[in-house]
């Protein structure tokens, strides 16, 4: 009898709250037992979402002991900031807690605090959490707990970077990423960044070599080959809801071919059912995505150049944010990753 | 034993049925056995739609007789002109079908070809084919097996006019639909129209009381009311990909009260679940809708003029689409209405 | 010799103010002696806006007095709601004022107070301010000094309406205006309807039955004729940043042909260098007109319904502000109309 | 006296020759005296172009003599591989001539020919034509009678560029350019890629290592420093209509200063008056050049790497295409560059 684990999302009024409304409302094993906030008590989710009019939600306060009685697993996409002073009471009262902050990812606290210029959550807690890059660490994922989800920038970049870095194709300091991303990664709060007229038929550069997503980049490429110079790393609003693309640039050590290439591509994620390699000469964009837990790939070699370019493209409220959640949760549970996740893209 | 369906599509290429492979890929009862092509036989489906590239569906060549052999259901998502000389060899060969197009819509045969300016099908098909929309003749549907799936237009606006015109409140020559697209309900085929550069930024009046959806919505209407008289009817192109509102005006015969027409709303659509009536005071939104089945609705009385407002809101590919066209083959195959259409609207 | 005017701006920094900053930097005879802010005196334009960063202006604060010494003509780009209160000083130190609120349009106080929730400006203002819808009321500007200028759906509306209206040929309780508007109508004031996530491929429904232009639309057609009925105007938002489109319906009194109708347009605009009339069956679409101060029209006739549809299309911001207002500067100084508003649009 | 050159445009149909004809339309000392097409002879431009209804140009035939009898300079806005064969007829008639399309920019014919896959042009006309990169370039413009008009990504590319070049201070082999653009930069002819509903939410690399502005863009380079390697450089098409942005990542030879870097910039265009440096810290976005000739470019320098990231953007219709041919004509004219184009972007 399937008898389904019983879920809390806190924080479910953002944008990334309500991606995993969506998506855990058609999970076979999950199911929602409730909805947290700290600043809303009492607001009827429906009320301030519309298109989930036939829900009927209620926000309920965030009382860690009566929420490890109540639900078996905790995804907390609430802010950077919040997430660390919240979080560890969820840890410590047993709770299962997948974490979609960034607050959890750096290991050092001072790294933290120099690139999100926020106080760090205490050193125990960023040991303790295990960096869900499903793909990479699905076994860590497995025996841990308590899972602090990858950015949406690093998941699109290191799901790009890996092959490449592991196998030490390239020289060490040659990393440039440009990465560009639709504004609902901005998330629901207001600014004039993000206000209609401004950002409408824009293209906007930003945080140039400031994204606090640049040290959990260069953690994760360390830890695969400790040579791994800091890399160069910029993101761009573009006039779209949804998509991340990031485009990878990198100097090949010594000569390769394409067809080297791609097949070092196909191998690495043979066995991951959400990456999706490009054939030779073809690329991803990012509506091809749309919706669902898929990274697609293209790989370049150009002769010229001895570059290689790899591009990379996710929904980045899915695999981005909740969908890669929910597959952490997943392989936590000990259920198959693709779970509930086996969508087809929302095209065109 | 979950012994599933088997299920084909002709014109799997288009937009219309690229959105059933996605509504049919998690249906619990239906499995997709094959795609049917006539122009485009042997080519695969991925290589046309990246975002399918996971899925191996190769173009078969439509033959009634052995498609008869092979899948229970055809949905053909053919053009108009297409299907009414392909869809009468299917039904003939003894498969249930539901028609996209808007070949077998109308009863007669001159008015099909007065607003199509095409040959219609012939009469005997035209009187078999049932017309499915789905809230209002889900029993003439679930005795048939040959169904017209709607337009997009007529399901947004029929299901804004039915309370009111069945009810008898509003003067019958009164009716005037103000309505607007997203540019994917153009469909696949190139044009200046659907030219990115044209269309982006822009809101275009087209098709000006010449819209062949009018004599569709009028036949049902004077259904409902033969003393209906003909409406007015315009279609606006919106520059966003999905979705679609009609804005209706009517003529309230008497003194009448929000609180009332409220009422009716609520009672007419009780038992529909993908009809979502907002709160009084309260207005949908397309995007409220996206990617889902729901049609949502807000009401209006104005008592300086006497006159009634409706929205309704649908995703144009969905409930004025594909996703009807599976609430159909639903209902004709004895599930419950709401079978692999329950899923929550893309937000945002 | 080529005296310029000197011209000052009060609410430079909102989307009608940096319109007519572009506006007047390119006219022959206007010259932008100064800009005003009462509450960003002493920051520079350019900090705010990055496109007009090669411009040095600084914001002045607000001196009735000083500003009469120092410039002959103001344009008041200020809310509803301010204007009422700052413009009565303007006009009493002798300023030529060109308002763009809606403050000093409608003139009676209660209605004012009715539809804009707000205090009215005094009785005597209001009178005083002629309303500059420039087409239809030159000879009013002409010999004023004080002008109210039009709301951005009015100008797009009456414009429509006038021909028919004037010429009595429509029934006079028949008007239905569906009225549609690019996100820049909302202004640069932040808020969650014109957050990029929420307004992007959406198309909302707002102020149903409750515009404020409602009252300004129907004060001037029934000066037009005393007979006309309560209108209903809807208003939309539309995901484009500007542009708006006026549907508008009305029954004819009696049979009339689509050659008289679009005879009556020809003849009623012949001398209005900024209205283009469409041939018969051809519409306009917003783009048509972005950027430019044109009000371009078409006309249909439905005998089916014997219902006329007018649609109109101007860009807001132009024509339905800055650029109308820089036309009523123009008659009120004694220039021709057009001075240095006879661009073409920024097409595509 | 002023009597103004007269002006013919050949190719006035594509969207540089609409832009053109916008441009020049409110330019002092040019007159359009005819519109040239060889295949669309006899049409009305505002048949196909509703925005121009108020002008009444018809489209005549290509016969080089008459031309040169009928106008003092040609603007040939026609496609690659057309302008190859027809500008040289152009130019030996005598006529002075700014060809906007690639056909005349690569000074060897091979090299056309392996990235166009066209034939070239004859090797004598390639050298008469001067490459029009205005602010690089102006002395021999104006020596010139047949300007090679510059790419769109060329543009924004080499502006950006040409200060670090020049100076030597990067790695020669260390510059790549990740480039964006708006959809009209692929033109009027109708594709998948820019059809609407495809391009719309969407963002798409293409021509990887493979677009044909490669070698344009090393051919300058080269001019400026023979050390210059092969550059890496990519496109994406964006979301939006129009508007361009290079970010440009280039490795320092030495340690620098962004004070440096930011007094290099200013300096290197302080009598550009198209050029506008940002403020350290601050970057430019494609919409604050929108409609205008301008081309905005902020400069960062990141110690960590060691890395500088230019970042320029412009309209690539004005800057990238007809603005700064008709700044060019300028030049060559002996008129200001400036003249009949110092409008501001039109914003939001």
Redo the contacts between chains.
Sequence with gaps: MNKKSKIGIVGATG?GG?EL??LL??HPHFHIYSVYSSSQEGTMIKDI??????ESWRLQDIDPNRMAQEVDLVFTATPSGISSRLVPGLVDAGLKVVDLSGDFRLKEEDLYEQWYQKPSAKKSYLHQAVYGLSEWFAEEVKESSFIANPGCYPTATLLALAPLVKSRLIEE?SV?V?A?S???G?G?G???V?????????????K??QHQHIPEIEQVLKGWNENI????F?T?L??????I?S?V?ARAKDRMTLEDLYALYLESYKAAPFV?I?EKG???????????N?C?I?V?F?E??N?I?I?S?IDNLVKGAAGQAVQNANIMMGYEQQTGL???????
């Design positions: 944008y309500i409304i969506r409302s058609s979402y519309p298109h989930l009019s036939h300091d440039i440009d560009k639709g504004v609902s901005a629901k207001l600014s004039s993000t206000h209609y007229a401004e950002a409408n038929e824009n293209l906007k550069i930003y140039v070599n110079q800091p890399i160069t910029n761009h573009v006039p779209m809801t949804r998509g693309m485009t640039y999706r490009r073809k690329f991803p964009s990012t509506k091809e995505v749309c919706g669902s898929y697609d293209g370049a150009d010229r150049t570059r370019t591009v493209v086996n969508f087809i893209p929302v095209y065109p």
